[in-house]
Protein backbone atom coordinates (compact mmCIF):
# COMPACT_ATOMS: atom_id res chain seq x y z
CA UNK A 1 0.00 0.00 0.00
CA UNK A 2 1.48 3.40 -1.14
CA UNK A 3 0.41 7.01 0.26
CA UNK A 4 -0.05 9.85 -1.75
CA UNK A 5 -0.36 13.35 -0.82
CA UNK A 6 -1.21 16.45 -2.92
CA UNK A 7 -0.39 20.63 -1.43
CA UNK A 8 -2.43 22.60 -2.67
CA UNK A 9 -2.83 26.30 -1.58
CA UNK A 10 -6.02 26.15 -0.36
CA UNK A 11 -6.39 22.18 0.33
CA UNK A 12 -3.98 19.02 0.74
CA UNK A 13 -5.57 15.80 -0.86
CA UNK A 14 -4.58 12.68 0.71
CA UNK A 15 -4.66 9.11 -0.16
CA UNK A 16 -3.70 5.69 0.45
CA UNK A 17 -3.90 2.93 -2.31
CA UNK A 18 -2.62 0.32 -4.12
CA UNK A 19 -0.82 1.19 -7.52
CA UNK A 20 -3.03 1.18 -10.83
CA UNK A 21 -4.55 4.40 -9.29
CA UNK A 22 -6.38 2.32 -6.83
CA UNK A 23 -7.61 4.19 -3.92
CA UNK A 24 -8.64 2.70 -0.88
CA UNK A 25 -9.50 5.98 1.35
CA UNK A 26 -8.77 9.59 0.53
CA UNK A 27 -9.07 12.80 2.59
CA UNK A 28 -9.34 16.76 2.24
CA UNK A 29 -7.36 18.93 4.58
CA UNK A 30 -7.42 22.93 4.85
CA UNK A 31 -4.16 24.19 3.82
CA UNK A 32 -2.44 26.95 7.05
CA UNK A 33 0.50 26.78 8.20
CA UNK A 34 3.22 23.68 7.71
CA UNK A 35 3.52 22.71 11.13
CA UNK A 36 -0.16 22.16 12.03
CA UNK A 37 -1.11 21.14 8.59
CA UNK A 38 1.68 18.62 8.23
CA UNK A 39 0.49 17.16 11.95
CA UNK A 40 -2.40 16.47 10.32
CA UNK A 41 -1.63 14.86 7.24
CA UNK A 42 0.80 12.79 9.18
CA UNK A 43 -2.27 11.23 12.18
CA UNK A 44 -4.34 10.78 8.58
CA UNK A 45 -1.00 8.38 7.33
CA UNK A 46 -0.63 7.03 11.03
CA UNK A 47 -4.32 6.08 11.34
CA UNK A 48 -4.53 4.44 7.53
CA UNK A 49 -1.41 2.27 8.94
CA UNK A 50 -2.93 1.20 11.75
CA UNK A 51 -6.25 0.19 9.67
CA UNK A 52 -4.98 -1.01 6.76
CA UNK A 53 -1.34 -2.14 7.14
CA UNK A 54 1.87 -0.52 6.97
CA UNK A 55 2.69 1.70 3.75
CA UNK A 56 5.28 0.81 1.39
CA UNK A 57 6.25 4.28 -0.23
CA UNK A 58 4.99 7.53 0.24
CA UNK A 59 4.68 10.34 -2.99
CA UNK A 60 4.30 13.72 -3.00
CA UNK A 61 2.94 16.28 -5.28
CA UNK A 62 2.78 19.81 -4.18
CA UNK A 63 2.50 23.24 -5.31
CA UNK A 64 5.38 24.99 -6.76
CA UNK A 65 8.06 26.41 -6.78
CA UNK A 66 10.13 23.41 -5.34
CA UNK A 67 13.66 22.07 -5.28
CA UNK A 68 13.56 18.80 -7.57
CA UNK A 69 17.41 18.89 -7.63
CA UNK A 70 18.83 15.81 -5.86
CA UNK A 71 22.10 17.06 -5.24
CA UNK A 72 21.07 20.27 -3.96
CA UNK A 73 20.97 20.45 0.10
CA UNK A 74 17.73 22.09 0.26
CA UNK A 75 16.54 19.12 -2.24
CA UNK A 76 12.53 18.67 -1.70
CA UNK A 77 12.02 21.95 -0.38
CA UNK A 78 9.25 24.66 -1.40
CA UNK A 79 11.65 27.24 -2.68
CA UNK A 80 10.11 31.25 -2.34
CA UNK A 81 6.31 31.43 -2.67
CA UNK A 82 3.58 33.63 -1.65
CA UNK A 83 1.97 31.50 0.51
CA UNK A 84 2.85 32.70 4.37
CA UNK A 85 5.29 30.53 6.27
CA UNK A 86 5.87 27.97 3.05
CA UNK A 87 8.70 29.33 2.08
CA UNK A 88 12.06 27.50 2.41
CA UNK A 89 10.24 24.88 4.10
CA UNK A 90 11.90 21.39 3.84
CA UNK A 91 8.87 19.28 2.74
CA UNK A 92 10.55 15.75 2.39
CA UNK A 93 12.67 16.29 4.84
CA UNK A 94 9.74 16.97 7.02
CA UNK A 95 8.09 13.73 6.03
CA UNK A 96 11.39 11.10 6.12
CA UNK A 97 11.59 12.23 9.77
CA UNK A 98 8.21 10.77 10.50
CA UNK A 99 7.89 7.83 7.70
CA UNK A 100 11.08 5.48 6.99
CA UNK A 101 9.81 4.49 3.93
CA UNK A 102 10.80 4.92 0.35
CA UNK A 103 9.44 8.74 -0.55
CA UNK A 104 9.38 11.11 -3.77
CA UNK A 105 8.28 14.35 -4.83
CA UNK A 106 7.49 16.40 -7.93
CA UNK A 107 5.04 19.65 -8.48
CA UNK A 108 1.48 19.03 -8.75
CA UNK A 109 2.00 19.60 -12.39
CA UNK A 110 4.54 16.77 -13.25
CA UNK A 111 2.52 14.39 -11.19
CA UNK A 112 -0.87 15.64 -13.11
CA UNK A 113 1.02 15.04 -16.43
CA UNK A 114 2.13 11.10 -15.00
CA UNK A 115 -1.17 10.29 -13.97
CA UNK A 116 -2.55 11.73 -17.95
CA UNK A 117 0.58 10.12 -19.27
CA UNK A 118 -0.66 6.66 -17.68
CA UNK A 119 -4.25 7.19 -17.62
CA UNK A 120 -5.41 9.43 -19.39
CA UNK A 121 -5.15 11.87 -22.29
CA UNK A 122 -1.14 11.98 -22.97
CA UNK A 123 -0.97 8.12 -23.05
CA UNK A 124 0.68 7.29 -26.43
CA UNK A 125 3.31 10.03 -26.16
CA UNK A 126 5.77 10.18 -24.65
CA UNK A 127 6.41 14.42 -25.49
CA UNK A 128 3.66 16.00 -23.86
CA UNK A 129 2.78 19.26 -21.53
CA UNK A 130 0.44 19.52 -18.86
CA UNK A 131 -0.83 23.28 -17.64
CA UNK A 132 -2.85 24.58 -15.23
CA UNK A 133 -4.62 27.28 -15.90
CA UNK A 134 -6.12 29.00 -12.86
CA UNK A 135 -5.48 31.34 -9.80
CA UNK A 136 -1.75 30.88 -11.43
CA UNK A 137 -0.58 29.24 -14.65
CA UNK A 138 1.95 26.27 -14.19
CA UNK A 139 3.26 23.08 -16.21
CA UNK A 140 4.98 20.06 -16.38
CA UNK A 141 6.70 19.12 -19.60
CA UNK A 142 7.95 15.68 -20.69
CA UNK A 143 10.48 14.89 -23.53
CA UNK A 144 11.14 11.40 -24.41
CA UNK A 145 9.17 9.46 -21.52
CA UNK A 146 11.15 12.20 -18.52
CA UNK A 147 9.87 15.03 -16.88
CA UNK A 148 12.44 18.14 -17.52
CA UNK A 149 13.48 19.70 -14.37
CA UNK A 150 16.91 21.84 -14.59
CA UNK A 151 17.59 24.56 -12.22
CA UNK A 152 13.91 24.07 -11.75
CA UNK A 153 10.98 22.44 -13.20
CA UNK A 154 9.87 24.53 -15.63
CA UNK A 155 7.81 27.91 -15.33
CA UNK A 156 5.56 27.55 -18.34
CA UNK A 157 3.75 30.23 -16.26
CA UNK A 158 6.11 33.41 -16.49
CA UNK A 159 6.83 33.57 -20.36
CA UNK A 160 7.34 36.56 -21.81
CA UNK A 161 4.47 37.02 -24.82
CA UNK A 162 3.13 39.70 -26.88
CA UNK A 163 1.11 41.91 -24.50
CA UNK A 164 -1.03 44.12 -26.96
CA UNK A 165 -0.31 46.97 -24.19
CA UNK A 166 -1.80 45.23 -21.08
CA UNK A 167 0.26 46.07 -17.96
CA UNK A 168 -0.66 42.13 -16.05
CA UNK A 169 -0.63 41.35 -12.51
CA UNK A 170 2.84 39.07 -11.83
CA UNK A 171 4.15 40.35 -9.02
CA UNK A 172 8.08 39.23 -10.36
CA UNK A 173 7.26 40.39 -13.99
CA UNK A 174 4.03 42.17 -14.63
CA UNK A 175 2.81 41.33 -18.22
CA UNK A 176 4.38 37.18 -17.87
CA UNK A 177 1.71 34.92 -19.51
CA UNK A 178 0.40 34.22 -16.03
CA UNK A 179 0.44 38.27 -14.95
CA UNK A 180 -1.99 38.22 -17.97
CA UNK A 181 -4.11 34.80 -18.39
CA UNK A 182 -4.34 33.61 -15.11
CA UNK A 183 -7.71 34.03 -13.20
CA UNK A 184 -6.81 37.03 -10.97
CA UNK A 185 -5.63 38.47 -13.88
CA UNK A 186 -8.50 37.94 -16.07
CA UNK A 187 -10.61 39.46 -13.22
CA UNK A 188 -8.19 42.68 -13.19
CA UNK A 189 -8.44 42.97 -17.20
CA UNK A 190 -12.26 42.83 -17.08
CA UNK A 191 -13.61 43.64 -13.58
CA UNK A 192 -14.80 40.77 -12.40
CA UNK A 193 -14.71 37.26 -11.86
CA UNK A 194 -13.41 35.07 -14.95
CA UNK A 195 -15.99 32.36 -14.06
CA UNK A 196 -18.93 35.40 -14.48
CA UNK A 197 -17.78 36.80 -17.76
CA UNK A 198 -19.57 35.26 -20.84
CA UNK A 199 -17.54 33.60 -23.57
CA UNK A 200 -18.83 36.41 -25.83
CA UNK A 201 -16.80 39.11 -23.91
CA UNK A 202 -13.54 40.38 -26.12
CA UNK A 203 -11.74 39.77 -22.76
CA UNK A 204 -11.40 35.73 -23.89
CA UNK A 205 -10.39 36.50 -26.69
CA UNK A 206 -7.18 38.43 -25.50
CA UNK A 207 -6.78 35.41 -23.05
CA UNK A 208 -7.35 32.74 -25.85
CA UNK A 209 -4.88 34.70 -28.00
CA UNK A 210 -2.30 34.95 -24.66
CA UNK A 211 -2.90 31.18 -24.35
CA UNK A 212 -2.34 30.04 -28.68
CA UNK A 213 0.94 32.30 -28.38
CA UNK A 214 2.19 29.85 -24.96
CA UNK A 215 0.90 26.59 -27.11
CA UNK A 216 2.44 27.69 -30.12
CA UNK A 217 5.85 28.49 -28.19
CA UNK A 218 5.49 24.40 -27.08
CA UNK A 219 4.94 23.24 -30.33
CA UNK A 220 7.91 25.44 -31.80
CA UNK A 221 10.70 25.12 -28.69
CA UNK A 222 9.85 21.31 -27.72
CA UNK A 223 7.68 20.31 -30.99
CA UNK A 224 5.31 18.43 -28.25
CA UNK A 225 2.70 15.69 -29.34
CA UNK A 226 0.21 16.61 -26.95
CA UNK A 227 -0.91 20.19 -24.80
CA UNK A 228 -2.97 19.07 -22.11
CA UNK A 229 -5.09 22.44 -20.82
CA UNK A 230 -6.95 22.00 -16.85
CA UNK A 231 -7.60 24.37 -14.28
CA UNK A 232 -10.27 26.74 -13.25
CA UNK A 233 -9.90 28.85 -16.21
CA UNK A 234 -10.02 26.38 -18.87
CA UNK A 235 -13.26 24.96 -17.20
CA UNK A 236 -15.08 28.05 -19.50
CA UNK A 237 -17.28 26.67 -21.92
CA UNK A 238 -15.87 27.63 -25.60
CA UNK A 239 -12.29 28.74 -24.23
CA UNK A 240 -11.04 25.95 -25.64
CA UNK A 241 -12.19 25.84 -28.73
CA UNK A 242 -11.15 29.67 -29.21
CA UNK A 243 -7.00 28.97 -28.24
CA UNK A 244 -7.31 26.12 -31.08
CA UNK A 245 -8.41 28.94 -33.41
CA UNK A 246 -5.76 31.24 -32.06
CA UNK A 247 -2.94 28.49 -32.55
CA UNK A 248 -4.16 27.39 -35.93
CA UNK A 249 -3.38 31.40 -37.05
CA UNK A 250 -0.22 31.60 -35.22
CA UNK A 251 0.91 28.42 -36.64
CA UNK A 252 -0.07 29.61 -40.10
CA UNK A 253 0.55 26.10 -41.43
CA UNK A 254 4.20 25.99 -40.61
CA UNK A 255 4.13 22.90 -38.57
CA UNK A 256 2.97 19.21 -40.28
CA UNK A 257 0.58 18.83 -37.55
CA UNK A 258 -2.06 18.01 -40.12
CA UNK A 259 0.01 15.44 -42.01
CA UNK A 260 1.06 13.70 -38.74
CA UNK A 261 -2.14 13.48 -36.56
CA UNK A 262 -5.71 14.20 -37.13
CA UNK A 263 -4.93 17.91 -36.69
CA UNK A 264 -4.95 20.57 -33.83
CA UNK A 265 -7.92 18.32 -32.04
CA UNK A 266 -5.47 15.57 -31.35
CA UNK A 267 -2.80 17.80 -30.05
CA UNK A 268 -4.27 20.59 -27.68
CA UNK A 269 -6.49 18.56 -25.48
CA UNK A 270 -8.45 19.42 -22.01
CA UNK A 271 -7.68 17.66 -19.15
CA UNK A 272 -8.64 13.84 -18.85
CA UNK A 273 -8.42 13.32 -15.30
CA UNK A 274 -9.97 16.72 -14.01
CA UNK A 275 -10.19 15.58 -10.12
CA UNK A 276 -7.32 14.03 -8.57
CA UNK A 277 -4.89 13.63 -11.37
CA UNK A 278 -2.08 15.58 -9.42
CA UNK A 279 -3.51 12.81 -6.29
CA UNK A 280 -3.07 10.13 -8.70
CA UNK A 281 -0.07 11.41 -10.13
CA UNK A 282 2.05 11.26 -6.64
CA UNK A 283 0.66 7.64 -6.00
CA UNK A 284 2.36 6.81 -9.08
CA UNK A 285 5.90 8.28 -7.65
CA UNK A 286 5.17 6.72 -4.69
CA UNK A 287 5.07 3.45 -6.51
CA UNK A 288 8.22 3.92 -8.18
CA UNK A 289 10.36 4.91 -5.41
CA UNK A 290 10.15 1.54 -4.15
CA UNK A 291 11.54 0.01 -7.16
ZN1 LIG B 1 5.60 36.15 -13.88
Redesign the pocket.
Known amino acids: MYAAIELGGTKICCGIGHGNNEFIDTQEIETREPQSTLSEVIEYLRQAESQHGALRGLGLASFGPVDLNQDSATYGSILKTPKPNWSNYPLLQAMREQFDIPMAITTDVNAALLAEHRFGAARGVNNAVYVTVGTGVGAGVMVNGQLVNGFLHPEV ?2 IRIPTGGVKGC ?1 P ?2 GD ?1 L ?2 LASGPAIHARAGRAAQDIPIEHPVWNAVASNLGDMCTNLLMILSTQRIILGGGVMSKEGLLDKIKHQLHDKLNDYLPIDECTRGLDSVVVGASLPDGAGLSGALLIAEQATK
Do not use: K, V
Open positions: GHCFHCEG
